[in-house]
Structures are given as C-alpha cells and as structure tokens.
C-alpha cells in the first residue's frame, strides 16, 4: 500500500508445516517384563492397594506393583468395585507420570462416580480430562461410553456434564458436537448445559448454530427457561433477525414463559441498533407493550431508546422519551446525559449540550470521558477549534484521563480546518501521553496530510502505520484512493482495491464509485464501466452515486445519448435522482442544449 504512492506493493506467502506423529508405548510402574494387560484377581490385594492409595504411599505402591501396568491396575480396580473416589486419585497420580489417556477407563470410571451420586468429582473429573484429551474425538467418547454402560439415564447425565465441560473450557466446537451426537444417541441434556452452549455461540457470533440448538431443545423437549430465550433473542437481534427474536418471544409465551425486562430491552436495542424511522416506531411500540404488561420498564430501557433516537438524528423524540422516563420516577444517570449530549452535538445545539452538562453537575452526577468527547466533537463540526482545545486542556483537571477517542476527534478536527501543525503536535503529546494511535488516528493525519498535497508526510504516517502493526482499514484505503485519482493516477488507485481483497477488506460503494469517477476524469470511460461490472459481480448494486458519476462521465465526453441511456436505466431501477443528478443534468446535458427524453420524471430543475 505504502509502496504504491511511489511504486508498487509486495505479498507474502505462508508455509506449510506437518507435525511429526508420536505412539504411545504402556508403561509400567517400575518394570519394564510385559505383563498381560488382563487383571490378575488372585494377585490383587484391594484392601492394601486401597490402603496405600488413600494415605498417597505411593512409593509402597509401586514396589507392591511392580510388575504392573497403570492401565492393568485401573481394570482391577474397577473390576473390585474400589471406591471410585480412590480410583480417580490414582487416575490423577498415574497421569501426573505421563500415563496414556484411556477412554474405557475414563467411561468406566465416571459411570462408578455416578453410582456413588459423587456429582462434584464427576464435575472435576470431566474438566480435568476435558483440558487433557486431545487425542480422543467426540465420536470415540461417544462410542465407548455406550460400549461401556446401556443405561440410557447415566449416560445422559455423563454427557451432559461433559458438553458443559467442554463449553467452560472454551471448546464450544466441540460441545456443540457433543449436543448434537447426545440427539443421535437419544441422549436427554439439561437445560444447564443447553443454555451454556447458546451463551457460548452468542458470544462467538456463531449464530447459525444458536438457532440449530434451539430448535433443537424444543424437538427434543429439553426444558427452555427465561434464561434460554434471553439467549436465543440476544443472538438474533445482534444480526438483526427482528423478526425471528420477535417469533422466540412467541414461542416463550407458548412455552409458558413471560419475558422479563430483559427480554424487551434486548428486542428494543435491536431495533434501535438498526436504525430508522420504521424500526425507532417499532422500539417505541415495543415499551408501550411493556408497559400494557405490567413489565416495569428500567432505565436502561429509557437509555437504549434515547440513544437510538439520539443516533437517529430525531434529537426531539429522544426529549420525549427523556421527559416519560422522568414521568415513572426513574433518575437519568451518567448514561442518559451523554446519549443527549451527544445528539444534541451532533445536531449542532452546543449552547443546550453544555446546558445538559451543567445540569449534570447540578444533580451531582460527574461527567465521563464520554461527555468530553461529544462536547469536544460538537466544538469541531462547528469549526470552533479554540473552544475545543480549551475544553481538551481541562479534561485533567477533571481528574478524567483523554483516551484515544478524545485525541482522535480533536486531531480530525485539526487536519479538517487545515491547521496540521497543530495536529502534529496533539499526535506527540498522545504517544507522549502513553496513548496508542488506533487505526482512525492514522486516517485522520494521513487524510489531512494528503490534502495538503503533502505526500511525503502521508507516506511518513503510513511507515509508522506498519511499524507500529496498526491494520489499515476500508477508509485507509478510501483516503489513498481519493488522493491518487485527484493526482490522475486512477490506475495505480485500482492496485489498491485489488491489494484490499488480499487483506480481507470489502471494498465499499464509495471506493468503487471514486475509482469510476478517476478514470472517467482521465476520459477512460470502457475502464469505468469495467469497474462497475466488477462492483456488481462483488454483489454491490449501482448506487445513484454510481450513476451520477457515470453519466456525467459520459457527458464529459458529449456523449449525450448515452448519458440520457443511463439516465433512464437509472429511473427504470427506482432509484430517486439527487441534488448532485439534477446538476448534472442541468449543466452538462440542458445548458449544452441537449433536452433528455424523460417524461414525468424530471421536474423543474431551476427550483431544485
């Protein structure tokens, strides 16, 4: 990437490495004569042997066998039904010296511990071999434990423990496959152990697979509780599966289950996570049902709605909200002040954010970092740099710490207002300050740099970059691309996207589209329409963006007819021509004296 504002780029190429396969030999307690791996019973001496291990002599042990194998002493054991707890700390002693792991054994010896109702060793047990075995397969344990006993009632409860060994620790691959092997074994599972895999998928973002295992543990009628569903509806809203969280509230209902504060609130912040009028409609429609329920709303209820409306630009329904939470009792906290700061900042009211801020202050609650950085975001968009850094310089003052976010914001607004010295110099006193630029810290100085025209500082940025190990994002790309097309080098601008595939980037419509509209600069029209074929192919349909820049590429180079094609194709697709379209369309085609042949849907353009 670097290379290319001068030259070109490399790639690396990784290796292959095969692990050599070791076998495991038997080994005996002291001797080294085979013995036959079948227990000897008129050799063995339960009571000693027992006694020797519950007081943990275990030099005494060895002379006594030593002519014996760990596995031959583990069968006798078990085949003279020695207390299992006895069996698994020997288990325990013959593993501390490198004992093969043996799965009959271990199957044997949880059904013993089972028998005995000694459920906390079996817990112990379990977790301990799940941290061990590496080598026994899912399938293998499977196999033998069925081998090993025909009651349908222990094995369950065996495997069941062992899937939530398996998700304690951090193996949810394969407690997944043991939830689904229980299924094929007509194995009966807990609700315990369900609820912890789902919590485990959730967490792993393995949806696809939350929704299998619940679907699954209601076929096999394995009891759902409120915490179940709390799960499944958490996992769909996180990828906006509305519907289908909706659909699981449903089904608690059905089930017998009422949902619980917790349940709306995660259905609500799906919404609002989404975004939109329709959806904010439906968030808000959501705490009405809450509250028509007799479900308390919380004011985290109240936070997530006023943030959503907030992030939705509808500052004045987020107010509405904040004067109802007020309405039921419920106290607004640090959470609730800087979600409206924060839209209010946005929106450009500064003078009612500090308002807010004030108030803050007033009701004894104390401003976060958070506050700090809308105030000091709200500063910049108003192009009042003085005020913003003299907010900045009280945050010690405070007793508050500026984190990266608050350096990123203020050296934006810096690089944007063309003061890049200053900007340089808050990018010191942020490593000075033992604070790590991200990846939006490199953006914004090397957007701001190459604005300036000033490529060797862009290139000094980079260096740093990936010095540094700071991954290059989408905008990063954007940014250099951006600069290259203005400078009429569209095709070094192209070995850039190609360079964003390899590093696992999707490049976005706008880099597509700035890419088109700097080859069409160049008058290179066939490489354009190549690259939206490309864009299209990626699953990435043409924007009125794509339009836009298309048709006034054509028009660049009188070729009307064309354009007014393309004009067409556009309308014809339903998308709706912007203020930049009717421009184009005025200037390049109507001031040329070119009419486009579209009737009824374009309106007077002099208004527009």
């Known amino acids: 990437m670097l290379k290319l504002l001068s030259s070109s780029s490399s790639r690396l190429h990784p ?12 080994i005996r307690l002291c001797s080294t004569i085979p013995v036959s791996e079948n227990p000897s019973p008129n050799s063995f001496n ?14 005494d042990l060895k002379t006594h066998l030593k002519d014996s194998t760990f596995i031959t002493v583990l069968h006798q054991l078990l085949d003279f039904r020695a207390d299992p707890e006895l069996i698994r700390r020997y288990l325990n002693w013959a593993q501390a010296h490198n004992a093969p792991t043996n799965i009959e054994i271990t199957c044997k010896l949880l059904q013993a511990l089972l028998n005995a109702k000694k459920y906390p060793k079996m817990r112990a047990f379990l977790d301990d071999f799940v941290k061990r075995n590496e080598k026994h397969s899912v399938s293998s344990i499977f196999h033998m434990l069925s081998l090993s006993s025909n009651q349908l009632y222990a094995n369950s409860v065996i495997v069941d423990m062992l899937v939530l060994a398996y998700v304690k620790n951090s193996k949810t691959n394969l407690g997944l496959e043991a939830f689904q092997r229980a299924g ?28 299998f295992v619940y679907k699954e543990m209601i076929r096999r009628r394995i009891a759902a509780d409120l915490y179940s569903f709390n799960i499944v ?13 909706k659909d699981v509230m449903d089904d608690m209902k059905a089930w017998g289950v009422a949902p619980n504060v917790v349940t709306y609130n995660t259905i609500i912040g799906g919404y609002c996570k989404l975004g939109g009028l329709g959806k904010m409609h439906k968030a808000d429609a959501m705490l009405k049902e809450m509250v028509v329920s007799n479900i308390c709303p919380s004011e985290t209820t109240f936070n997530i709605l006023i943030d959503g409306f907030c992030k939705d630009d509808d500052v004045a329904a987020a107010f509405k909200v904040f004067e109802e939470m007020r309405r ?14 924060n839209g209010l900042c946005c929106d450009g009211r500064l003078e009612e954010a500090c308002g807010l801020r004030d108030e803050m202050l007033g009701l004894g609650l104390k401003p976060e970092i958070a506050t700090y950085n809308a105030l000091i975001n709200g500063f910049c968009k108003k192009k009042m740099l003085k005020e913003a850094r003299e907010l900045f310089d009280t945050i010690c003052e405070r007793g508050l710490v500026a984190n990266v976010i608050t350096f990123n914001t203020l050296i934006d607004g810096y690089c944007k207002n063309e003061m890049k010295e200053e900007a340089y110099a808050l990018h010191n006193m942020m490593i000075e300050r033992r604070v790590f630029p991200n990846t939006s810290t490199f953006n914004c100085l090397i957007a701001g740099s190459l604005t300036k025209g000033n490529i060797e500082t862009a290139k000094k940025f980079l260096q740093q970059m990936e010095a540094k190990g700071v991954n290059a994002d989408c905008i990063t790309y954007d940014i250099l691309i951006d600069a290259l097309c203005k400078d009429g080098e569209p095709r070094k601008a192209e070995r850039l996207l190609n360079e964003m595939f390899t590093k696992g980037l999707s490049p976005r ?14 008058g290179n029209l066939k490489a354009a329409l190549n690259l939206r074929a490309r864009m299209e192919k990626e699953g990435k349909r043409a924007n009125i963006a794509t339009y836009n820049v298309l048709i006034k590429g054509y028009c660049m180079q009188d070729k009307l007819v064309d354009a007014n094609e393309l004009l067409n194709e556009m309308l014809e697709k339903g998308l709706i021509p912007n203020r930049t379209t009717y421009e184009i369309v005025k200037v390049e085609m109507m001031d040329k004296g070119f009419v486009p042949d579209i009737d009824g849907h374009l309106h007077n353009i002099s208004s527009s």
Not at 46 to 59: K, T
Not at 328 to 341: A, D, H, M, R
Not at 510 to 521: A, K
Request: charged residues 20%; contains cysteine.
């Open 184 to 211: 094929d074994y007509g194995y009966r599972l807990s609700t315990l152990s369900s609820n912890a895999l789902l919590s485990a998928l959730v967490k792993e973002n393995e949806f696809g697979h939350v929704e």
């Open 15 to 26: 290796r292959a490495h095969i692990q050599p396969h070791h076998q495991t030999h038997p």
């Open 509 to 522: 419509h706008v880099t597509y589209n700035t890419l088109m509209d700097g080859y069409c600069r160049k």
């Open 233 to 245: 509806i958490n996992g769909l809203c996180k990828v906006g599966k509305l519907n289908k969280a």
């Open 328 to 341: 039921e009792g419920l106290k607004p906290n640090v959470v609730t002040y800087n979600s409206l700061i």
């Open 46 to 59: 339960l009571p000693l042997v027992s006694d020797l291990i519950a007081n943990q002599r275990w030099s």
